[in-house]
């Protein structure tokens, strides 16, 4: 209850500055909230409405066809989906393999770990644009193009992610496993039994950054997913920029819609967004 | 681990072996989607920048020439300047609205605090593509609110996206917009982990509210600094769908990010050469410098394993 | 409870694993085959596949339409279709053709094909359509599938890059005469300073953005210096010509008075800014007619066109490119003969189904055959639907340029140079840079010597 003990301490002042800082946050609120509301109200825009001079914050009518048509296009319902089955296994396996790999890298020792651990953080600096092509002749090879594989495994491996819980578990004092290694657990036990208990909070937070980098994928997909029924939310968003008008009612209102279940999921784990803030071992 | 070793010196050897047959198992899945997901393409692309590849006809071995092509460009090393000062200006900025954030959210009620965590990481939700759109209609020369709020403020109206002075500034909102939400939440916890007798001691001694910052929390928090410089270093520098989206490079170049025109000679180019060796040559820029950034920052965690 | 967190997510993980394999079994399945595509036994079914870029409306649903009655009618061959958004094109068949997986039929713009044909990507179609389909293509047309003595294409139509589309009403409330539109630059500016406060944004709408400028401004680079910035055999960058002057200092002029919106209201294909009334002028092509008619009736009945103002006034002067798609089949097809039967059957065969193509987008476009031409010209109805149609056919499309076929770059390197003309560089300076840079672009390819002409 950090917050609440510094506010206890600063009794003097207290009105002014609590005030203050409250301001200070409401800002922060809505300047980070602004575009997004707006996005949302210019869903209930008729079609060129949007970029209409001059600028009006709300819609002249309130036109619920935009949600209601991609509500009722069969594409858009199998696209979400599509992408939230994807987007939770690539988070899920990402955690599984990214958190053994960051435990390893933090207490087991073994030959050349230096040097393995020095090639797999480079891999964190090689630009996307580097790999993209190559990548793409891989999966072709591996047979992927135009299944799930093809979203779920390439990116699933990820040094930063590794890094990232690397980081907090290197945080967490030795003597909290001592015990378990004293009664004769192995490693894995340890980190089944000991770490992985310990990690909610880190684990909702790379699992919640995994799952939004696949959400938003739009490059990756549109070059390794052909087939319709395997559209993802953003490819199918795309059709709503034609190459001659962009139909910014219906864009606005699908985007609208694809953000609810992201958030649905991100209400649930909120607390442990929360608590997983003060578990952390970053030190 | 070194414990139990020093209490059974005998079993060390064994513990060793064992320990390192289990370390392999538990990074196998890891390492070897990174080495085919990543290096081998990585190897394959380095391979491909030797030669003049149309995929119809045979591969023309063709040396250093892609290499030679891209120093010899202008706008490449335009670009690569252009992205670090893109750099420059949006990292520092993110970490101190982050910082500032979680400084913030710390110090108010838990309900505030509650309700600014969930708000922060709500763009993070939105794709940079759909972002970049809204941005579009929000810089809008007349009709957008951002000359709607300069108007407020009393000032002329800016075109955002067409002076090639402002255009990439005007692209740093929404990167610091997109990145703001885990920035924030990673700060915070860093900034929570910190005790709070540190600055209950630090206040009897009568030190204010910023010398508490340099003195407490910046270096208890550097590692925080660390993987937060770094991962946004490498994601920034990367950036182009808002470049492109936006302005698609213009005007004047003066938004043309490395990878937007790595990006613009692989859709047009009738061979991949120059788009692979500039690539390659941009994974050395940023690989260096994230390497040279671990070192000023010299953190033992971090370099060592 | 620790146990029993595990479990359940374990059991959540299993089950959601299990569903995606559910799921990937079902999309290898359905993986399509057409590169497998045995062409040699008699009465298997052969799957060819095509990609058509994104369009517009009417015009996808026909393309759709079209391929749904093909495969209706078509036992031996099924065609699997996509429509792959316009952005996500270029990437997308590049990766395919580096893979061995570009679609056996795809739709193409006029100027890659040389460089399509060249690097074998795409194959001649003289022996796999009938002579009686290429006989039908108009000439002027028809040049622009050929190269090096083949056809590698099949033309659907042409459509003039630019024109200048104007609103009556605005020119009488101005004092300007609708039927006396600028032909010059200098007049160009005169009317666009008169209608300063008609539409609330700009008084005119041009090509703004790089990528727009590079491709709709070949007609009017043309007008200015007579030639395009590359020698016609690619062996000399030729933009440091002076007379391109007068076309970057249009566009500062235009730009500097804010005659034009100071940064572009959208792409330079979408008419909407013109139909929601924020610009009084617009340049845009012939393809704005479809979209006009069908969404800013109103705006529409206001609405004239005109050849777009030359350098000199010259009424012959070209200030249009001829731009438009063809269908292209893939270099390394293994369905060749399926491929071509298919493209024959879409677009080279019964005049009827094309006059509904045309129809279906107002007549904006002009068709590439002759017997469709006819078919049109033995009607009213495109003049009845497209009051700017003749026009166009007779004032602008035969004084239109044929597409350059030169590297993207180069159009890219002067489209550079009018940017930076309204960024305020001298235009001498802006282009000795185009010139050095088209020369590097040449330098670097090596394909001086390689063009056309």
């Known amino acids: 209850m950090a917050a609440t003990s510094w506010s206890r301490a600063v009794k003097p002042r207290k009105w002014a500055l609590s005030g203050s800082k409250t301001a200070v946050a409401c800002l922060f609120i809505v300047a980070t909230l602004f575009p997004l509301v707006w996005m949302g109200l210019s869903g209930f825009k008729a079609k060129n409405e949007v970029t209409r001079t001059p600028f009006r914050f709300l819609p002249e009518v309130w036109l619920w066809e935009n949600y209601l048509q991609v509500l009722q296009d069969p594409a858009f319902v199998r696209a979400m989906a599509f992408t939230l089955l994807a987007s939770t296994l690539f988070a899920l396996g990402s955690l599984v393999v990214n958190s053994m790999a960051a435990y390893v890298f933090a207490r087991l020792e073994f030959p050349f770990k230096r040097a393995i651990w020095a090639v797999v953080i480079s891999t964190m600096f090689i630009p996307s644009m580097t790999i993209l092509l190559t990548s793409f002749l891989v999966v072709n090879e591996l047979r992927m193009v135009n299944t799930i594989w093809v979203l779920v495994l390439p990116g699933m491996a990820s040094a930063s992610q590794i890094f990232f819980i690397r980081q907090f578990y290197l945080g967490i004092p030795t003597a909290i496993e001592e015990a378990a290694l004293i009664d004769g657990a192995g490693p894995f036990r340890v980190f089944a039994h000991v770490f992985v208990p310990m990690s909610k909070g880190i684990f909702v937070v790379s699992g919640m950054t995994m799952f939004l980098a696949m959400w938003n994928s739009y490059v990756w997909p549109v070059l390794t997913i052909t087939e319709s029924d395997l559209t993802v939310i953003q490819q199918f968003l795309a059709l709503f920029r034609g190459a001659r008008s962009t139909e910014y009612g219906l864009l606005m209102a699908g985007s609208t819609l694809a953000l609810i279940p992201v958030l649905i999921i991100f209400f649930a784990f909120q607390r442990q967004i929360v608590q997983g803030a003060r578990l952390s071992g970053f030190k | ?305 | 409870m620790g146990n029993h967190l595990r479990h359940r997510t374990a059991i959540g993980l299993g089950a959601t694993l299990l569903l995606g394999l559910g799921v990937a079994a079902c999309g290898t399945d359905e993986q399509p085959t057409g590169k497998d595509g045995n062409s040699g036994g008699s009465g298997e079914v052969q799957t060819i596949t095509f990609w058509q870029s994104q369009f517009y409306g009417l015009e996808d649903e026909w393309y759709a339409s079209r391929v749904a009655d093909f495969n209706a009618t078509h036992a031996d061959i099924q065609v699997e279709y996509e429509v792959i958004p316009s952005d996500a094109w270029d990437q997308k068949l590049k990766a395919a053709q580096a893979a061995g997986t570009a679609p056996d039929v795809y739709t193409r713009a006029y100027n890659t094909l040389m460089a399509l044909a060249r690097s074998q990507s795409i194959r001649p179609l003289d022996d796999l359509l009938s002579e009686s389909a290429w006989q039908d293509l108009e000439a002027s047309v028809e040049k622009m599938v050929i190269v090096d003595g083949q056809h590698y294409a099949y033309p659907v139509l042409v459509e003039p890059s630019m024109v200048l589309w104007y609103r009556s009403d605005l020119f009488e409330q101005a004092g300007l005469d609708p039927d006396d539109p600028p032909t010059d630059w200098d007049g160009l500016i005169e009317v666009a300073e008169r209608l300063k406060g008609a539409a609330t944004d700009a008084p005119l709408a041009m090509p703004q953005r790089v990528e727009d400028l590079a491709w709709s401004t070949w007609g009017l680079q043309y007008s200015s210096a007579d030639h395009l910035p590359l020698a016609g055999d690619w062996s000399a960058a030729q933009a440091d010509d002076p007379a391109y002057k007068s076309l970057l200092d249009m566009y500062r002029a235009l730009y500097a008075d804010g005659l034009i919106p100071p940064q572009a209201l959208d792409e330079y294909t979408a008419y909407a800014p013109y139909g929601e009334g924020k610009v009084a002028m617009m340049a845009n092509g012939s393809w704005a007619a479809a979209g006009l008619l069908s969404d800013y009736p109103e705006i529409a009945e206001l609405t004239r066109v005109a050849k777009f103002p030359s350098a000199s006034g010259d009424d012959q002067s070209p200030t249009a490119s001829l731009g438009g798609w063809t269908l292209v089949i893939d270099g390394r097809t293994e369905s060749a003969d399926a491929a071509g039967a298919f493209v024959e059957w879409m677009v080279a065969g019964e005049a009827d189904p094309l006059v509904k193509y045309f129809a279906d987008t107002s007549y904006s476009k002009f068709p590439a055959r002759q017997s469709v031409n006819l078919a049109i010209g033995d009607t009213d109805e495109a003049a009845q639907v497209n009051p700017w149609r003749s026009l166009i056919a007779s004032d602008v499309v035969p004084y239109s340029i044929a597409e350059p076929v030169y590297d993207w770059s180069v159009s890219l390197a002067f489209a550079g140079a009018i940017e930076a003309a309204m960024q305020g560089q001298a235009s001498d300076e802006a282009l000795r840079r185009a010139q050095e840079e088209i020369t590097g672009i040449v330098d670097q390819l090596g394909i001086a010597g390689q063009g056309p002409e």
């Open chain 2, 1 to 305: 681990m070194y414990t139990r070793q020093r209490q059974r010196p005998r079993a060390r050897a064994g513990v060793n072996r064992r320990q390192g047959t289990l370390a392999c198992l538990m990074l196998l899945p890891a390492v070897t989607g990174l080495s085919v997901f990543v290096l081998w393409p990585l190897a394959r692309s380095i391979y491909l920048s030797f030669y003049q590849w149309n995929f119809y006809t045979d591969n023309v071995f063709v040396g250093w020439k892609n290499f030679a092509d891209v120093l010899g460009d202008p706008k490449f090393a335009a670009s690569v300047i252009r992205g670090l000062l893109f750099t420059a200006m949006v990292v520092p900025l993110q970490l101190l609205i982050a910082f500032a954030f979680a400084s913030v959210a710390r110090s108010v009620g838990p309900r505030m605090a509650g309700a600014l965590k969930m708000t922060i990481y709500i763009p993070t939700v939105v794709s940079t593509v759909i972002a970049s759109l809204i941005f579009v209609v929000i810089y809008q020369f007349s009709g957008g609110v951002a000359n709607w709020l300069v108007g407020l403020a009393g000032a002329e109206p800016q075109a955002w996206l067409g002076d090639a002075a402002w255009a990439l500034r005007a692209m740093t909102v929404p990167t610091i917009w997109i990145g703001l939400g885990l920035t924030s939440l990673i700060m915070l916890a860093g900034m929570l982990d910190v005790p709070e007798s540190y600055y209950d001691s630090a206040r009897l001694d009568g030190a204010g509210w910023i010398r508490q910052q340099i003195y407490i929390t910046l270096p208890l928090m550097k590692n925080v600094f660390l993987y937060l410089l770094i991962t946004g270093f490498t994601v920034t520098i990367q950036q182009f769908e808002i470049p492109l989206v936006m302005t698609s490079g213009g005007p004047a170049d003066s938004t043309l990010l490395p990878n937007l025109l790595i990006f613009r000679h692989f859709r047009y180019d009738d061979n991949v050469g120059f788009s692979v060796a500039a690539a390659i040559l941009l994974f050395a820029v940023i690989g260096s410098i994230s390497a040279l950034v671990f070192r000023l920052l010299r953190s033992e965690k971090a370099t060592d394993a």
